[in-house]
């Protein structure tokens, strides 16, 4: 039985077959989307909507297939070729997580100053791109304001703060590092909620390192270009 809701199209790159997982944390239940040695998709909050969706691994095959309705045949006739596509492409199956996951998580957990290494390749648009590079650079420890990030990028805060919202890849990409000048800010979408009590958590965890701890490479002028 297939559980929640419509799938989110945007995890497929490619044909490879997509695997979800969760795993303990300190402050509770991650859900991660991978393939191969691909991490594609962080849900930090995994009970809370949008929930993830998956097929269980010895899911049971249908005796048969039983004819389209007309309403589904009309709809199908609607979509585009890239959306009928899409639309059969396999769910992602449970499956335990990989080593190499389980060993970035386990190391970030034990040192706040470690930095993720797997592969990603998170798709947004050129602006998202580059806050999403901006938010890697910053050192664990050290928050920046939306409006510092917004300085750099010759951009606004909401539309930094939009930018993290979008990131599919929190911990990977450590928007949790962007902070209001009056305070946490938001998380996620989140203000008062769970996932501001991960963002609390989590810079907690990270609270003490000195700025060069874990620092990254400066970004390039192209990077700092709106």
């Not at 902070?179 to 965890?205: C, M, P, Q, T, Y």
């Given at each position: 039985?297939?559980?929640?809701?419509?799938?989110?199209?945007?995890?497929?790159?490619?044909?490879?077959?997509?695997?979800?997982?969760?795993?303990?944390?300190?402050?509770?239940?991650?859900g991660?989307?991978?393939?191969?040695?691909?991490?594609?998709?962080?849900?930090?909050?995994?009970?809370?909507?949008?929930?993830?969706?998956?097929?269980?691994?010895?899911?049971?095959?249908?005796?048969?297939?039983?004819?389209?309705?007309?309403?589904?045949?009309?709809?199908?006739?609607?979509?585009?070729?890239?959306?009928?596509?899409?639309?059969?492409?396999?769910?992602?199956?449970?499956?335990?997580?990989?080593?190499?996951?389980?060993?970035?998580?386990?190391?970030?957990?034990?040192?706040?100053?470690?930095?993720f290494?797997?592969?990603?390749?998170?798709?947004g648009?050129v602006?998202?791109?580059?806050?999403?590079?901006?938010?890697?650079?910053?050192?664990?420890?050290?928050?920046?304001?939306?409006?510092?990030?917004a300085?750099?990028?010759?951009?606004?805060?909401?539309?930094?703060?939009?930018?993290?919202?979008?990131?599919?890849?929190?911990?990977?990409?450590?928007?949790?590092?962007?902070?209001?000048?009056?305070?946490?800010?938001?998380?996620?979408?989140?203000?008062?909620?769970?996932?501001?009590?991960?963002?609390?958590?989590?810079?907690?965890?990270?609270?003490?390192?000195?700025?060069?701890?874990?620092?990254?490479?400066?970004l390039?002028?192209?990077?700092?270009?709106?």
């Open positions: 039985m297939v559980r929640r809701q419509q799938p989110d199209r945007t995890l497929y790159a490619d044909d490879s077959r997509v695997y979800y997982s969760e795993l303990p944390t300190p402050f509770g239940l991650i991660v989307y991978w393939r191969d040695q691909q991490l594609i998709r962080v849900l930090l909050a995994p009970e809370l909507p949008p929930k993830p969706w998956f097929a269980p691994v010895h899911a049971p095959k249908p005796q048969h297939k039983p004819a389209p309705s007309e309403d589904a045949m009309t709809q199908q006739a609607r979509l585009s070729p890239r959306q009928l596509s899409l639309s059969r492409q396999p769910l992602p199956l449970t499956a335990e997580a990989p080593a190499w996951l389980r060993a970035e998580l386990d190391a970030y957990f034990a040192d706040p100053g470690y930095r290494s797997c592969h990603i390749e998170p798709s648009t602006f998202q791109q580059r806050v999403w590079t901006l938010l890697a650079a910053i050192p664990p420890g050290n928050p920046l304001t939306y409006g510092a990030l300085t750099l990028l010759g951009s606004s805060p909401r539309a930094i703060g939009n930018a993290c919202r979008a990131n599919p890849l929190p911990l990977r990409i450590p928007c949790h590092r962007v902070v209001a000048a009056n305070g946490l800010g938001g998380f996620a979408g989140d203000r008062s909620g769970r996932l501001l009590a991960i963002k609390r958590w989590l810079l907690d965890h990270e609270a003490g390192l000195s700025p060069d701890h874990g620092a990254a490479t400066p390039s002028e192209q990077d700092r270009r709106p």
